[in-house]
């Protein structure tokens, strides 16, 4: 529809231009760790560990969700969450499965969860890549770790006990299940394939942490990582690893990457910036930095709802560079603070809010576990208002002890 409408002003992009609107190291990421993940679900580890998450949790319902979230959480804070999800959704799948229990509840709080603690470092979440790399200058791994790890604690647990509320029966109660007997039917089914998989898989892992020292894309490392496991895994096989991987997932994201670069042709991404910074330039020097940082956050956050975050933030930070230079009374760091936490946070609003979403449901659909637009958004856009209201409680409280008085000092 987009695309329509550019032709209908003569400006109909060339299909050169519409591939280079896709965004390779997203759709390449994917495509690698779907590779890894296909390959690795043979060895029957995924049903192993979910044999392994129930006897943690000792039966209970509730704390093998928090388990789950909390792992999730922390992986998607070192790794990006993209990956995490699709590591950790078959072994949500499987682990239902076996106890004979509905998994959208986890999932959808896993999802959640991935958002969540994304926000936390640079290489968490799309967005985050994006303004570190943008605001190298400004902004280090540690300032973000600093910065946002707080407030990502503060919210983590208000949004789980609003989950677990949410879900109410789908997080009470004892699983029937008898774990000694689930571990004697769910063995690692092939040791020397998982033995391939876990070193490609750690040397793909280790490559993702030491991004900030190497620079590599991590598409790049998740391809290579995939083109690795497939050469060890069969190569009369590799046919059979290639049709695991979700092609309609990945023709999605291409299409969606299309459509949101499209609006940016058609100029909604840059009024939205511009008319961002002409309201924030009309507030009164002592309270503009407080009036952009609430602004920032909460236009960011509704916007990345309902449209992909990435395209905005790219947009925006260009923007905030040039208020801070031009207009008195701001400080390029508690903008950019603002602006992660309302694009990740905001992903949480919609199924098609964050990337970790839409990966998390179409998994979830290869299972036979449908989740819909609207199931998702019952439960996460009241969830995202109010892990949005908790970070603008911390940014309030941090911009008035920290950051405004170093403004005022300096």
């Not at 006897?55 to 790794?79: H, N």
């Not at 503060?154 to 997080?171: E, I, R, V």
């Amino acid at each position: 529809m987009t695309l329509y409408f550019l032709a209908l002003q003569n400006r109909a992009p060339s299909l050169t231009t519409v591939v280079g609107w896709m965004d390779h190291g997203t759709l390449g990421l994917l495509w690698g760790m779907m590779v890894i993940v296909g390959i690795t679900m043979r060895t029957g580890v995924f049903e192993w560990m979910g044999v392994l998450a129930c006897r943690l949790s000792g039966g209970s319902k509730y704390r093998l969700c928090l388990l789950m979230c909390l792992v999730t959480g922390v992986l998607s804070a070192f790794l990006d969450n993209v990956t995490t999800i699709l590591l950790i959704t078959p072994v949500t799948c499987k682990l239902c499965r076996l106890v004979e229990i509905d998994p959208r509840p986890f999932l959808i709080s896993e999802a959640i969860f991935s958002n969540v603690f994304g926000t936390a470092t640079m290489i968490g979440d799309p967005p985050n890549i994006i303004v570190g790399n943008m605001l190298s200058d400004y902004l280090t791994f540690t300032d973000f770790l600093i910065n946002l790890g707080p407030g990502v604690l503060l919210t983590a647990f208000p949004l789980f006990a609003y989950l677990s509320w949410y879900f109410g029966d789908g997080l009470r109660g004892q699983m029937s299940a008898d774990v000694a007997a689930l571990q004697k039917s769910y063995p690692i089914t092939n040791k020397p394939l998982l033995v391939k998989c876990s070193m490609v898989l750690f040397c793909v892992v280790i490559s993702f942490f030491l991004h900030a020292a190497t620079h590599l894309d991590p598409a790049w490392i998740a391809i290579m990582g995939a083109v690795w496991l497939l050469i060890a895994f069969d190569k009369h096989r590799c046919h059979e690893a290639l049709r695991d991987v979700e092609w309609d997932t990945l023709l999605f994201f291409a299409a969606l990457f299309v459509f949101v670069e499209a609006l940016g042709e058609l100029g909604l991404l840059r009024a939205i910036a511009t008319s961002l910074s002409h309201v924030i330039e009309r507030a009164p020097e002592e309270t503009r930095q407080f009036d952009a940082i609430c602004l920032i956050l909460w236009v960011s956050a509704l916007f990345s709802s309902f449209v992909d975050n990435i395209p905005f933030t790219a947009t925006m930070v260009p923007v905030m560079v040039q208020l801070v230079n031009q207009v008195e009374g701001l400080t390029i760091q508690p903008l950019a603070w603002s602006l992660v936490f309302g694009a990740c946070f905001g992903g949480n609003g919609t199924l098609i809010g964050a990337s970790a979403n839409i990966v998390m449901a179409s998994k979830a659909e290869s299972e036979g576990h449908i989740i819909t637009f609207r199931q998702f958004f019952i439960v996460a856009f009241p969830g995202m208002l109010l892990s949005v209201c908790i970070a603008m409680l911390y940014l309030v409280i941090v911009n008035a002890a920290i950051w405004q008085h170093s403004l005022t000092m300096t």
